[in-house]
């Protein structure tokens, strides 16, 4: 092996350390990078808060005849409790609360200073990985998380309740609309309960039960009978259609073709509806 291979082969071990390591200090290294530790600004008040992160682990310090609170999200139920040492270590647990408010707590206590253990923590929504260090005197009272995911779903849900509760078009008024329209065809799940326009934009309504996967195009039918698509949005469980229109159907599927049709009715046919 040439002097010049074996420098080049140096120089590439000390750019890309993971190259020169052995398996198990490449998963040393691997398991520091994944661990989170206690912080001076993630204290608020006695307690240490972490952000909940999957598979990541959490750092706590502990001391002997101190114990140390490991507070789980309130309605989360505790499925088991493993640890690393079990005999050197006195883990329990308990619940604070009722109903909705309801938490349970993971109690740890070390024997003596200078150990080191590990504890898993299965509950109904998620896994904890905690690795916990036992000093001399220096105890971390309590340990709770954060869930980032939770919050952006629970503001996420608001948002489309808001959506969803919230009017198809504003600043309309009763006097605009027109309901002069027959809805005929075939009878899907998705079948349009109304339509109806303000004399610029055209709605159609669908049942409550419309999902994104059943939601059929819209073609407006032309003077000589083609079908055209046509620009419509989706708001809640209606189409919004920027236009009024003579005729148009409704087309879901391919070898069997379900079309329901939404004509509006000349003044003469309004008594006259199917």
């Not at 350390?17 to 398996?23: E, I, L, M, R």
């Not at 329990?92 to 024997?111: A, C, I, M, W």
């Not at 073709?257 to 309004?270: D, G, M, N, S």
Request: glycine letters at 8%; hydrophobic letters at 40%.
């Amino acid at each position: 092996m040439s002097p010049g291979y074996l420098m080049a082969l140096a120089c590439f071990a000390v750019a890309c350390p993971s190259f020169a390591q052995t398996p198990v200090q490449q998963v040393a290294t691997a398991s520091r990078a994944a661990t989170i530790q206690p912080t001076r600004s993630g204290f608020i008040a006695g307690a240490h808060v972490y952000p909940y992160t999957p598979d990541a682990i959490f750092e706590g310090y502990v001391a002997p005849g101190l114990v140390t609170d490991l507070a789980l999200q309130p309605g989360e139920t505790l499925v088991a409790v493993a640890s690393g040492d079990t005999a050197r270590w006195a883990i329990g647990d308990t619940t604070s609360g009722t109903g909705d408010t309801r938490q349970t707590h993971v109690l740890v206590k070390p024997f003596a200073a200078g150990l080191t253990t590990n504890l898993v923590i299965t509950t109904d929504r998620r896994a904890y990985h905690v690795r916990l260090v036992s000093t001399r005197d220096t105890s971390i009272s309590a340990m709770r998380w954060t869930y980032p995911q939770d919050d952006f779903l629970a503001l996420k849900s608001r948002a489309e309740a808001v959506k969803a509760a919230s009017p198809v078009a504003a600043g309309l008024s009763l006097d605009q609309l027109h309901f002069d329209y027959a809805i005929s065809g075939d009878r899907p799940d998705w079948r349009p309960v109304r339509a109806f326009d303000d004399g610029t934009r055209t709605y159609i309504e669908f049942p409550a039960s419309l999902g994104a996967s059943q939601a059929p195009p819209l073609f407006v039918l032309g003077s000589d009978g083609k079908a055209e698509l046509v620009n419509y949005r989706v708001s809640g469980r209606y189409y919004v259609v920027d236009r009024t229109f003579g005729a148009a159907e409704l087309r879901l599927g391919l070898k069997k073709q379900q079309v329901v049709r939404i004509a509006h009715l000349a003044p003469r046919e309004r008594g006259r509806r199917k």
